[in-house]
């Protein structure tokens, strides 16, 4: 057969089997680890909620390599564009045997999710692994390093880490007007600021400072008070600061409501409600971060899950 006549191979197909055990994998990922997202899943019609497990999934794989301390950022950042070189070639219909990038290929195909989106959150975990300029290193406790000077610079992060995952999510949901994805930007958002202000003691451990440089300076903190045992009190205003930020975003989640599919509303509230209460407790502790790191018991996120399953049946 010559060159000309020879067939182009068709794209590789998992058979069915192969991806009922990837989402399976997926979703055991997903009820370990996603401490929130997980409860808003339950809501959601099968098909939908393995989709967002696939998500997860990958997105837990690109934080579990980010936050690998057992090897040096620059192998970090390779076993990350290994892990998405991986996924490129899914994409392209080769053969994998990663249960992970199975499910997600197949739920990217089904949801028509852009693959620049998933580029993103994985560029988004990298940005924990880039080594700061020396001349932009500010003062403080060595070891410990600002990863933002503004809060301008720490919203591109926040975009590429939240915001990413909230237009995938409405992908998943379905949606039709074009205002939902800034919306669902916004929402990322205040996500992200409720999981920065909750870690921030949790973060300085791994060595990384979310919060904006300019706003520890705006309040006279340095980064040394958090190498040893924070004061609560002197932090209190800048937190302050940050979650009226997060409120202000709370705000696009419901107005994000109504623009996506209706029996994806109730996953999509119970997900704004329990981050949203999130921060409201630690409100009503005073900030305090430091002390024990805040979250919702179990009864308070069945709560709210409940009040979402009362939502999808009625």
């Known amino acids: 057969m010559s060159v000309g006549t020879q067939q182009v191979p068709l794209p590789w197909t998992p058979a069915p089997p192969q991806l009922i055990m990837a989402y399976s ?20 019609p099968r098909r939908k909620r393995e989709a967002l497990c696939a998500v997860y999934a990958f997105m837990r794989t690109c934080d579990d390599i ?55 959150l ?16 500010p003062t403080g406790a060595p070891g410990l390093t600002v990863q933002y000077m503004t809060f301008e610079d720490l919203q591109l992060y926040c975009y590429r880490v939240a915001s990413v995952v909230g237009l995938v999510c409405i992908h998943v949901f379905g949606y039709r007007e074009p205002a939902a994805e800034i919306l669902a930007e916004r929402c990322g958002l205040a996500f992200q600021l409720t999981n920065i202000i909750r870690d921030v003691k949790e973060d300085a451990r791994m ?31 800048l937190l302050t600061l940050e979650a009226d930020r997060a409120r202000e975003f709370y705000s696009a989640g419901d107005a994000l409501i109504p ?51 009362w939502m999808r049946l009625t």
């Open 25 to 44: 994998v997926c979703k055991g990922i997903t009820r370990r680890a996603a401490k929130n997202f997980y409860y808003a899943f339950h809501v959601l």
């Open 259 to 309: 623009y996506v599919s209706e029996d994806s509303q109730p996953a999509l509230w119970v997900l704004v409600n329990i981050y949203r209460r999130l921060l409201e407790k630690i409100a009503e502790r005073k900030y305090d971060v430091f002390t024990a790191k805040v979250a919702l018991s179990r009864w308070e996120k069945l709560r709210i899950l409940g009040k979402g399953l």
């Open 122 to 137: 994985a560029h988004g975990t990298a940005m924990d692994v880039e080594q700061a300029e020396p001349e932009t290193q």
């Open 66 to 120: 980010t936050d690998d301390a057992t090897m040096s950022l620059p192998q970090r950042r390779q076993k990350l564009d290994t892990w998405l070189d991986a996924l490129h070639r899914a994409q392209q219909g080769q053969p994998t045997d990663d249960p992970i990038l199975l499910a997600l290929t197949d739920a990217q195909r089904r949801y028509a999710i852009p693959a620049g989106l998933l580029d993103e």
């Open 207 to 237: 060595g990384r400072v979310y919060l904006p440089e300019e706003d520890l300076a705006r309040f006279g903190l340095t980064t040394s008070e958090l190498m040893t045992t924070p004061d609560p009190a002197r932090f209190q205003p």
